[in-house]
């Protein structure tokens, strides 16, 4: 079956760092994948998207780049803010009827 | 536009009592899904309806578990019997069609049982 792995929390860094937070994945077939990010108090919202391999999708300074050959799916950001402050999850869906399988996020902390 | 929505945003039920929550996918999604979050974990899925025809079951813990979308649009998911180990986070989230598509999420509906 798919699975995801991420790096366990919590990553404390500094404002103005850079974040990297490590996503490897095992699927049949090519799936896609995702990072969600959820704010404290809300709900699960969508940070980027990559459809097929090299893809890079990006949103508010964050970036993954489809890796096909090392199945992995890095988040990563030049200079992360106290705003960043959240539990992130790298997800995939195979298109089937299972929905999306996450991995057990991981809990960002910055600091000022 | 909105989004998705659930409610309510908090129930408290004690053992044994039956519970029903809602939500409401984005207007003119066909897939929607429900998954279970427990404490510092990641959403696991319950169930998929395609319009409203529930298309996999396989995530629900037991029978207790029940779940429609009679008309296509709203669903309900159904706990009978609460249990404490049913305590978490209920999430709804809706996509446009089934297939390798991003899921919209609602807020969550925090179930406790005491």
């Known amino acids: 079956g798919n699975s995801v792995t991420q790096m366990e929390g919590p990553v404390t860094l500094s404002e103005e760092a850079f974040l990297t937070i490590n996503c490897t994945y095992t699927?049949?077939?090519?799936?896609?994948l995702f990072w969600y990010v959820q704010y404290p108090g809300e709900g699960l919202q969508l940070l980027l998207k990559?459809?097929?391999?090299?893809d890079k999708g990006s949103n508010k300074g964050f970036e993954a780049t489809y890796r096909k050959e090392t199945t992995s799916f890095h988040l990563e950001k030049g200079s992360v803010q106290v705003s960043d402050s959240a539990v992130y999850f790298c997800?995939?869906?195979?298109?089937?009827?299972?929905?999306?399988?996450f991995g057990k996020g991981t809990h960002l902390i910055i600091q000022p | 536009g909105a989004g998705v929505s659930q409610s309510p945003r908090y129930k408290v039920a004690k053992r044994g009592q039956d519970v029903a929550l809602r939500c409401d996918p984005i207007?003119?999604?066909?897939?929607l899904f429900w998954y279970q979050q427990a404490l510092g974990q990641g959403p696991e899925f319950l169930t998929y309806?395609?319009?409203?025809?529930?298309?996999?079951k396989s995530g629900l813990p037991s029978d207790r578990f029940f779940a429609e979308r009679p008309e296509g649009s709203v669903s309900t998911l159904k706990i009978q019997r609460t249990q404490q180990e049913d305590s978490a986070v209920y999430l709804c989230?809706?996509?446009?069609?089934?297939?390798?598509?991003?899921?919209?999420f609602g807020p969550g509906t925090r179930l406790t049982v005491t």
């Open positions: 990559a459809t097929k391999a090299d």
């Open positions: 989230a809706s996509s446009i069609r089934q297939g390798r598509y991003e899921q919209y």
């Open positions: 207007s003119g999604h066909v897939s």
């Open positions: 309806f395609q319009n409203e025809a529930q298309l996999d």
């Open positions: 699927a049949t077939g090519y799936p896609s």
């Open positions: 997800a995939l869906s195979d298109g089937g009827a299972d929905g999306l399988t």
